[in-house]
């Protein structure tokens, strides 16, 4: 987090005042700001949508469009497009197996044995769990469908194990969501980010999902205390009108207490995405199990606070650097923290505080990186780091790890301080390169970075793997999920707004920006746009906890783009900041 402007209070209500009017008014100074009102996940119009069975002496191509429009039926169902198969195809077609997504498609064609169409504007795959598993380019483009005559009417015989709609249907009728496994150490919850139908069956598919684990891939960065096989007993999750979500589970097999307890946890954790659930009951292979306490075998959604990898019960204070010290308290009022980091001695560049708000890390204007109270004894300090090259602001996890990101000639190096001691990660798409800013997730699952491409900022991604006891095993290749070839946007930089979306501060034009919101998996439906700013801007703080405010910060003031007028904060005479941020 770096730097952002002075508006004036008047200036800033004739400017939303203009653009209520439908009309941009530009100042000479501070950003004007303009905020996204239409947040949010799309609703659905509550119109129904039966499809038509199959016509009579229908042609091969229109059995196709038939069979792709039935897949659009609302309520959501497959069986009307199965009647678009023969007999055997409907036996054993699996829609549930995944969700491909398209902007568009072309006309069936028939060509020879297979009718054939054509995606376009943009192609996505969701796998079982609703996880995004990347865009389709090339052959995978087309969907090719096998057709036989069934009793004197043509009928698709083969057909991919897949539901394939529109975006338009998909965002308007899934929602974005996440399954909540645990980190190797089982010391802190992962969200794994999901999209699942939004209806009378939400609950039953966030469960299935999380049965499902999360898969070979994700295994060195979570973990899942159901064991393989487990499975639904009852084949749903139904939910009383007091808010019980009821979940039967089968071959669970024998587990220990504390495996049981942390599954119950896991569920608590995903299962309070569901409007109106407030707790769980849970059997285990027929048995009930029994919070302490608790007569009728309920167990609060809010069980297992303390995973949360938000980490809400963290310091929610603001902390800042002004003239060379750390800050701290409300961004209107912030005042030089009482440990050494606020007296002058040491004059700081930068600093990252953590997330208990007791010690923080500084980076030093002569390179060094130091660890001290922060408002504690001034002599209790250690140094970590004598002297690095260009060193970014640093950033704690819920282990007390340290990160940092040097900025060498030969480009970017990340380390990580653990134990007393300071290790070095290759995080391949990360280090080696001009890296503008990083973060990394409160959990220690995720490290986000600004990296400089050939044709612009790219944000990217890369998953931290640990061993079961906590340690750092390495990093996987960073992904691209804003910006690459398609997309060159200017970043400014970075902060986090929920455990599983960035938000994002692009420039748009000389001092015209935009802040988005980007979800840490990189999904294309994900990218929304919360405000857009006019005027010179620093830097985002921002915070995973939810209610907590995102912050622009301006070179004499600061906004806050939580609400949907934005507030502007002074911050007073002289008291300009170099950069501002919460805790992590």
Known sequence: MRRPSRVGAAVLTAVLLVLAAGCVGLPESGPVVETDNSRGTPETTGVKYDPLPPLPDASRS???KGFLDAMTAVPIQTTSAAEFLTQEARASWRPERETITYGDRSPALDISSVVRVRMLDGSNRFDARGAWRGSLSG????????LEMERGQWRIADVRDALIVPESWFEARFRRLSLSFFDPS???LVPEPVFVADDDALATRLVEGLLDGPGPALAPSSRSFFPPGARLGDLSVPVSPDGVAEVSLSDVGQQPPESQRLMVVQLAATLRQVAGVTSVRVSVDGD????PGSEEGRFPVGLGAQYDPAVPGASAVVFGIRERRLVSGIPEDL???RGLFGTGEVALRSAAVSLDGSTA????????????PVNGDADDVRSILDRGTDLLEPAWDFADRIWLVDRRADGARVRYYENDRLRALEVPGVTGQLVRSFLVSRDGSRMVA?????????LVVSRIRHRARGDVRNATPAQVILGGALEAPSIKDVAWRSPTSVAVLTG?????????????DGAPTSVESIANLNGPVRSLAGSPVEGQSLLVLAPDGALDLSRPVAREIELGEGRRLRSLGYVG
Not at 139 to 146: A, M, P, T, V
Not at 288 to 291: A, I, M, S
Not at 361 to 372: I, M, Q, R, S
Not at 508 to 520: F, N
Request: charged share 20%; hydrophobic share 55%; glycine share 10%.
């Open 335 to 337: 005042d030089p923290v």
């Open 361 to 372: 890390a500084a980076v030093t204007t002569a390179g060094a990186v130091l660890v001290a």
């Open 139 to 146: 052959s995978d483009l087309d969907l090719r469908f096998g």
């Open 450 to 458: 600004v990296v400089a491409g050939r044709s612009g900022d790219e």
């Open 186 to 188: 089982a010391e802190i």
């Open 508 to 520: 748009v034009a000389g001092e015209l920006w935009e802040v988005r919101s980007v979800a840490v």
């Open 288 to 291: 009930p199990v029994q919070p």
């Open 62 to 64: 229109e059995i196709v």
